[in-house]
């Protein structure tokens, strides 16, 4: 039987992306090949990878004139240099949210200036820090849309005029959101979007305008807008996975139906821990992560049985990251409303049985 899985990364998705995917492996749509054999230059992956750049267009509301979108490799973190070394040219703004924000802040000072022009480290990022005020000419503001660790998440994005770039790895598609605020944002996909092995990037050509520094090919976004992301060889079954689950996001009512789902499975959880007196919730209410839920026992109840009663009951992936301990209970697109409810049901039962 299947495991609740309610891992952080990788995760679950659709049920339609695993088999879809699975078929594609042993032959891809009456080719002969397989996706893992066919070429990246030939006339079906063109297909794809171009129907995966529509799709993700089409969710975002973003327009083919005025937006690209990039499948490149290396992780969300070859990200936090590749925006510095494109970008930064004087000074960049990032506010710090936690752990992502910091290796973010890190890879752009190997490229210039940064200030943190906001942070929650004073409160072990249990919060996001809002009337951000900005006195300094910037090169772009940088945000984490979703701290997947601390479990907060940006409800209302920072107003400014400099151009905005936004870490979405573990919330991209899971809200409605207005995407044209954004001048580029970017996300591992093994979070909310497909298999790892794949970044998507979604950037605003304007700003491919601001890139000064001369950058060798792979670290130049305007040289993958000119290749289509393939100057070389890119994931192709990752990406194959990205269109599959892009599909999947409009065929079950696109961005404001999953946002609706997602929101009523966060409820469910925060409700039950902020009933039970067997858990307490970590960060502020305001600032609660609706994709990624952590929470604490309370001392006088035994985690050992709290997390044998979930294994017992198939329930798989709830440890919290090990910089923050407890739980981390993460509730990506593919998540359904009835895996929460049992979840919750245990832990009625824990604290009735103590
Ligand atoms: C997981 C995660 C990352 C790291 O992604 P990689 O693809 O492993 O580099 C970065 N930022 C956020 C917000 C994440 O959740």
Redesign the pocket.
Known sequence: MKKYNFN??PSALPNDVFKYSSEAIKELDQTGLSILEISHRSEKFSEIICKAKHLALEISGLDNNKYEVLFLQG????QYLMVASNFLNNLAGYVNTGT?SE?AIAEAKYYGNVIEVASSKDKNHTYIPNDIQILEDLDYLHI?S???IFGTQFHKFPDTNFPLIA?M??DIFSRKINFSNFDLIYA?A??NIGA?GV?MVILKRELLKKNIRKNPSILNYQNHVDKQSLYNTPPVFSIYTCMLNMEWILKSGGIEAIEKKNINKSKLLYNEIDKNDSFYGFVEKSDRSIMNVTFGINNNYNSEKFDKMCSNNNIHGIKGHRSVGGYRVSLYNAITIDSVKILVEIMQKFNKEG
């Open positions: 952080a990364g992780g969300a973190s070859h992502w290796k984490t979703n701290n997947t870490d790895s573990s591992g093994q979070k790892a970044t």
